[in-house]
């Protein structure tokens, strides 16, 4: 009778053991300590999440080299046009470096913190990218109108102000959903989500407008004021290289657009016919109804990600590191520049330095003998010459010898051979 309790508890572990069967081994290339819900990031049957893994990854890193380099630059920049445009784009190399950060919490499993942190900086991640194109618009605008452009860190917080109001948007959508009405976090509908964004694809089109307007009428935009023709030619060159700026922003504003009108058609719209297919051929079940959400809102951030980091971050950074061509013109009053002195080895022997003792006094029969001669011999060298040529033979005293005469007209010397006026 005494084993009758040992027999009654292994009868009831067999029977837990059978209730509730093992987990399903994990996938290859990841272990079993990795919960389900993340191994989506190692899974190597399913390939495209660790391709969309070493995407982001690889955009990341980009970004972050590409911020390093430009502080590191940053002294080095010395023309204040080109230093204004230095704010908006390390704001924005910061943004993309989250953009690709929270990319990859759009690829594991939901729960309600995932889910909060998705709803809550989707909107304001990008509306800081699109507010960066638009101080840049605004920027290159007063460049090519001939204007001073205001400073990197006053465009900086211009781009942050304007992307303060999505994140006020996105905060209270959140609050109102998931705090007062007491929703999941994880559960709303594929519109309220897209009219989130749509503060965020205004700051897109009014960039692309002004990009646009750089383009096109840059040239009526400047100021009308006369100069000279080296300074216009100037002018021209400025104007186009803001305008090379100008085509760069724009292809990246009309990529993204292009891509905002792609991902918000397959989410509202191609995602539920794909659910509603895959729910008929399971027989009206609503297991993963919505598996195909996560996934696109993933690629659609990687993909906007390198958008903007190679249309708009790497062409900026180059155009704002590439030193600008040496202007024709000399400026005589500019002192920041010493140039060395002129050498006048031909006239001059080797052994120049040495001070002289005497004094030489300008001889009338040695002048008077160069003049018949034609040339000039060297003192101190043997060298020849050639003199200048006397229009006539005609004596043309010189003002030293008007001053040592007392003002008046000298007369030529006896041994003068040319012709007399006087």
Not at 25 to 38: E, L, M, N, T
Not at 51 to 60: I, K, P, Q, T, Y
Not at 370 to 398: C, D, E, W
Not at 403 to 408: P, S
Request: hydrophobic share 45%; with cysteine; net charge neutral.
């Amino acid at each position: 009778m005494a084993v009758s309790p040992t027999i009654i508890c292994l009868l009831s572990l067999i029977g837990y053991g059978s209730c509730h069967p093992p987990p399903p081994p994990p996938p290859r290339g990841c272990s079993v300590d990795v919960d389900p819900p993340y191994r989506v990031l190692c899974d190597l049957e399913a390939v495209w999440g660790v391709v969309l893994e070493a995407v982001a990854c690889s955009g990341g890193v980009s970004s972050l080299v590409l911020a390093v380099l430009l502080l590191v630059k940053l002294r080095s920049i010395s023309d204040p046009a080109r230093r204004s445009g230095l704010g908006p784009l390390l704001l924005l190399l910061g943004t993309l470096l989250g953009i690709f950060t929270i990319s990859l919490a759009f690829l594991v499993g939901k729960n309600q913190a995932l889910c909060v942190v998705r709803r809550a900086f989707w909107g304001p991640l990008f509306a800081l990218c699109f507010s960066s194109l638009l101080v840049q618009g605004v920027r290159l605008r007063r460049l090519v109108s001939g204007k001073s452009s205001p400073s990197g860190s006053t465009l900086a917080a211009l781009g942050l102000a304007l992307a303060l109001v999505q994140g006020i948007i996105s905060a209270e959508w959140v609050l109102l959903t998931v705090v007062r009405e007491g929703h999941p976090a994880c559960e709303y509908p594929p519109l309220d989500f897209a009219l989130t964004c749509s503060y965020t694809l205004g700051l897109l089109l009014i960039a692309m407008g002004l990009s646009l307007g750089v383009v096109l009428c840059g040239g009526e935009f400047a100021a009308e004021g006369g100069g000279s023709s080296e300074e216009d030619r100037e002018t021209e060159n400025e104007k186009r290289r803001w305008k090379c700026n100008a085509v760069w922003l724009f292809l990246s504003s009309l990529a993204s657009a292009l891509l905002w009108v792609a991902w918000l058609g397959f989410y509202l719209y191609g995602s539920q016919a794909l659910r509603g297919k895959a729910n008929r051929e399971r027989g009206g079940g609503k297991k993963d109804a919505r598996v195909l959400d996560e996934p696109a809102l993933a690629v659609a951030l990687v993909i906007q990600g390198w958008i903007l980091l190679l249309f708009h971050a790497i062409p900026e950074a180059h155009l704002c590191l590439r030193k600008p061509p040496q202007s024709n013109t000399q400026d005589f009053f500019d002192t920041s520049h010493t140039s060395p002195p002129p050498h006048f080895g031909d006239e001059l022997p080797s052994h120049s330095h040495r001070p002289f003792a005497e004094n030489q006094a300008f001889s009338m029969e040695e002048h008077s003998a160069t003049l018949r001669s034609g040339t000039y011999h060297g003192s101190s060298h043997g060298n020849v010459r050639p003199g200048i040529a006397f229009r006539g033979h005609v004596y043309q005293p010189t003002e030293m010898a008007l001053v040592m005469n007392g003002g008046t007209m000298p007369t030529a010397p006896v041994n003068y051979t040319g012709r007399r006026l006087w």
